[in-house]
């Protein structure tokens, strides 16, 4: 039992119904809050007003963001790689629900610029950490004709014997380089902006792309765009996420060190799989923070606006609603750290844990912006107020890094395939 000599008022921090967190950890989320306010939604607002070609020119305040993020040392990739598994499963999602609390496309867009350093990083090879280490990068996967094929690599999900749709990006091995031909879809996040790109191709080893079941080989490549044969098409323009600008990339003849290859065609799904494993997770928890700033927007609304003769928050309807918010938040906050732990954890990672938070998350923020946004009423639906952008980023959400329906026909085939194992069938 819990005793009280008085009923008090909750204790709510930064994020709500907060647990113990260390001093570090609170340093952090308060860093991450402040420069999330403070430069990453004025930023955002104006980048999200813009036309998309001017928000990547020269003097697009896309440029100030990268710099003082750069500077601010928020994510410090060697810091991130010399902390302890337990280490990121709490630190890694404190900072990107604040980074999304500011803005989503900005947060997204800041961590796949990454992951070409990252992957460089991960293999320990000096030449690659040289290259592509302080490049500003991008992840490339899905093709014009390869969009939900992409999450279903191994063919779990296709049709019954039909081959996946054959997209139009193709590498092979000439000698000791890889030659590159095709596009990308025009959905790569970062493209305009970056400067190499993980890339994620079909891969034709001289007996063609299709394994015989019909599913695809792939290989992953660390691709500089400084070399020969390679451009990229105009910045996509876009409903949600529009900060993070987005856009495709020709390969004409490109011809890459086969050094560059960081899995060949044996290891190219498994290390997709990871790819797409650790985006779903950072979506969930990214997702989390737009969610509570849509939750954070209505609060403080309901108690400025007048109707019906006082402060909306004064009508029971309306507290009703705020507080189903509220528990949506804390539902989404829960899952989403739940499988950061599992991914840190000594079962994890999985593509089922990380598909469970970020279709069940994104799907959830999307209801809690609707909500938000008719707590707002005709003012939600204008560009003046910020819900309206809310919605929109978070109806993107539901699509980017694997739509969620098809990240739930996977999920649910792990589930059945970790029960069968289980139960020898």
Sequence with gaps: MFEFNEVPLPKLGITGLEGAMSEEELAIQDMAHRFAEEVMRPIAEKLDKMDHEAAIAEDSPIWEFLEKIEASGLLDLAAIAGMSNEEKARIIPIIFEEMAWGDSGLAMGYLVSKFPAFVAYGTGDAELIERFGNLRGCWAATQPDRGSDMVDLEKTEGHPGEKHSRGNLVARIDGDEIVITGQTSAWVSGAPIAQSAL???????????????????????????????????????????????????????????????????????????????????????????????????????????????????????????????????????????????????????????????????????????????????????????????????????????????????????????????????
């Design 199 to 425: 890339l994620y191709c079909q891969f034709d080893d001289g007996d063609g792309i299709y394994y015989k079941d019909g599913s695809q080989k792939y290989i992953a490549v660390l691709v500089p765009f400084d070399i020969a044969g390679i451009s990229k098409g105009k910045p996509l323009d876009k409903m949600g996420m529009r900060p993070l600008c987005q856009g495709e990339i020709f390969f004409d003849e490109a011809r890459i060190p086969l050094k560059y290859m960081v899995a060949d065609v044996d290891k190219g799904l498994p290390s997709f799989f990871g790819a797409l494993t650790f985006a779903n997770m950072e979506m969930g928890i990214s997702f989390t923070g737009v969610a509570r700033a849509a939750l954070d927007h209505a609060l403080a609304y309901v108690h400025e606006r007048k109707q019906g003769g006082t402060e909306l928050i004064n009508h029971q309807t309306v507290r009703l609603r705020l507080f189903k918010m509220h528990q949506k938040v804390e539902a989404c906050r829960a899952m989403a750290k739940r499988v950061f732990d599992y991914n840190y954890g000594p079962n994890g990672p999985h593509l089922l844990a990380s598909a469970t938070s970020k279709t069940f998350v994104t799907d959830t923020c999307v209801e809690v912006c609707s909500e938000a946004l008719q707590l707002f009423g005709g003012n939600g639906l204008t560009r003046e107020y910020p819900l309206e952008k809310l919605f929109r980023d978070a109806r993107a959400s539901q699509i980017a890094d694997g739509e969620n329906n098809m990240l739930g026909l996977k999920a649910a085939t792990w589930l059945s395939k970790a029960y069968k194992d289980k139960h020898d069938l």
